[in-house]
């Protein structure tokens, strides 16, 4: 199946994402950014109408963090979730305070993907 990877027609709205950024979103992405982990993540990356918070195209994983949540965005990420599942991308969902308070096993869960 093609879709398209970052459409152009997203730019703006990466670019608010990015400027925008949570400090738990800046602390995973000092982490990861540069191939530290030995594969390439970009942020706020687009599929179709989503704006992943990061993704790794060689390896076709899409990190999220979570901040609070309610129902509807629950219900949002599951559908979001399964969209990605039938692209073949593999979903990982951290809570914010786990990148605070955990992100040694955070970034190892990462590597086990690799």
């Known amino acids: 199946m093609k879709f398209p990877y970052n459409s152009p027609l997203m730019v703006d709205r990466r670019r608010q994402l990015r400027a ?3 400090k738990p979103e800046d602390i995973l992405w000092n982490q990861i950014k540069n191939n530290k982990l030995g594969f390439k993540f970009r942020r706020q990356y ?3 109408s989503y704006v992943l918070d990061f993704f790794c195209p060689e390896k076709r994983i899409n990190i999220e963090i979570d901040g609070r949540q309610h129902a509807k965005s629950l219900e949002y990420d599951q559908y979001r979730d ?4 039938a692209l073949d991308i593999i979903v990982l969902r951290f809570s914010a305070q786990r990148i605070f308070h955990d992100l040694d096993t955070v970034i190892k869960e ?3 993907l690799s």
């Open 46 to 48: 687009s599929i179709q």
């Open 110 to 112: 990462i590597m086990s």
């Open 82 to 85: 399964r969209y990605m599942n």
């Open 20 to 22: 925008q950024s949570s």
